[in-house]
């Protein structure tokens, strides 16, 4: 292919040009009591409170309602990571930092691989990566 404006030769890519993250689990099938039927249930939740003095669109709260259960506030804002002095996290290359994370389903061995997955889900959130689904082998 050639580039129209200036006419060099180049491949195009199948992909956009940003990082791919797959997750442990995004989703699961959770019991609805009040249809009584089974319900896809999204696990992770990125957002703001209603009752947090600050309000910013870098910075925010993440859930993680599967298990290991936990919040945990994320930035970032520059001044407030140069603020916390030990974070719980801090994804480099996206320059999101989790802190105040709270463990509301007990404790994990392996909690920094899940504060990664709460950074990439943030990362996800504000568009910095995409998600590479795994692959579903459909015997049909």
């Known amino acids: 292919m050639v580039d129209t404006?200036?006419?060099?030769?180049?491949?195009?890519s199948l992909f956009p040009p940003m990082d791919f993250y797959r997750f442990k689990h995004h989703t699961e099938l959770a019991e609805s009591a009040l249809h009584k039927k089974k319900l896809m249930r999204h696990l992770w939740i990125v957002g703001e409170s209603p009752f947090d003095g600050t309000s910013s669109p870098d910075e925010g709260?993440?859930?993680?309602?599967?298990?290991?259960?936990?919040?945990?506030?994320?930035?970032?804002?520059?001044?407030?990571?140069a603020q916390i002095a030990k974070p719980d996290f801090l994804d480099e290359d996206t320059n999101i930092l989790i802190y105040?994370?709270?463990?509301?389903?007990?404790?994990?061995?392996?909690?920094?691989?899940?504060?990664?997955?709460?950074?990439?889900?943030?990362?996800?959130?504000?568009?910095l990566i995409a998600i590479?689904?795994?692959?579903?082998?459909?015997?049909n």
Not at 61 to 79: I, K, Y
Not at 104 to 118: C, K, Q
Not at 132 to 139: G, W
Request: charged content about 20%; aromatic content about 8%.
């Open 5 to 12: 404006i200036s006419k060099k030769s180049f491949t195009r």
């Open 61 to 81: 709260h993440v859930v993680h309602l599967g298990t290991p259960s936990f919040t945990a506030r994320w930035t970032m804002v520059e001044e407030t990571i």
């Open 132 to 139: 590479a689904e795994p692959v579903i082998n459909d015997p």
């Open 100 to 127: 105040e994370t709270i463990m509301t389903g007990g404790i994990n061995e392996n909690i920094d691989e899940w504060l990664m997955e709460a950074a990439n889900a943030v990362a996800y959130c504000k568009g």
